[in-house]
């Protein structure tokens, strides 16, 4: 009879439960394991796909320590990687699948609140990293993290939204105007109306949406504009 080795067991459950997803079923959730939310965060923010998973997973859970533990952590490269999932659906750059839980739209959209203030991550760090990811080589990241920027409405990302504007991906111009509208910073109005030279009928369209929702703050310099020598962008100032 072969002796039972308790260690052997217990290096083998470790190995399961740190293992990236992809070595194993990919349409089942494999066991979640009893790896604190606080050690998981470590380990994900090192760039461990299985500790990654787990954690995201009980954060769609609600699990408060798995919260506690994404805002606790004072390492930026755990919100890098949570953007970088987000936008393209990868974890410190490498390929990462995920249980089916976690491939929706819905979850995607919930792990995005950890970046609103009082939500998770700390404010600072989300404005670090957003502004950091907005020139990302990536436009799926950059298109994200414009996105983002406008709904976390930091005055400070007005300059790098309004750079935006002229990325050379319209996906990411897209939502930079689209972000600016929300920011709500009147510094941002000439901008926008700038970008109307040149826009299509969708960029344009969004262009006037921000400017819409600016309201007020917008007004002076619809008037000025209004006298351009472009028809188009008189046109929408007029509207």
Known sequence: MIPNDSSSQIETSTKHETAPLEQIDNDVTPPIGVT???VLAQDAAEGRRGAAWRLLYWIMENDPRAVVAVS????????Q???????????????????????SSHARNRLR????????????????????????????????AAYTLGIFGSPVATSELKEALRDPVQSVRLQAAK?????????????????????????????????????????????EASSSNSAWIRWHCMR
């Open 113 to 144: 609140t950890l970046f609103m203030p009082g939500a998770g991550i700390d404010p600072a760090r989300t404005e670090r990293i957003l502004l950091k990811a907005i020139h990302d080589k990536r436009p799926l990241v950059r298109e994200t």
């Open 81 to 103: 990687h949570l953007l970088e999932f987000i936008a393209t659906g990868t974890w410190a750059g490498k390929p990462f699948v995920v249980p089916p839980p976690l491939r």
């Open 179 to 223: 972000a600016l509208g929300r920011v709500g910073d009147p510094t941002a109005v000439p901008a926008l109306i700038g970008a109307l030279r040149g826009a299509d009928e969708q960029m344009g369209s969004q262009i006037f949406n921000s400017l819409v929702r600016l309201g007020q703050l917008a007004v002076p310099a619809l008037v």
């Open 72 to 79: 606790s952590l004072d390492d930026d490269r755990l919100a």
């Open 36 to 38: 604190p939310p606080q």
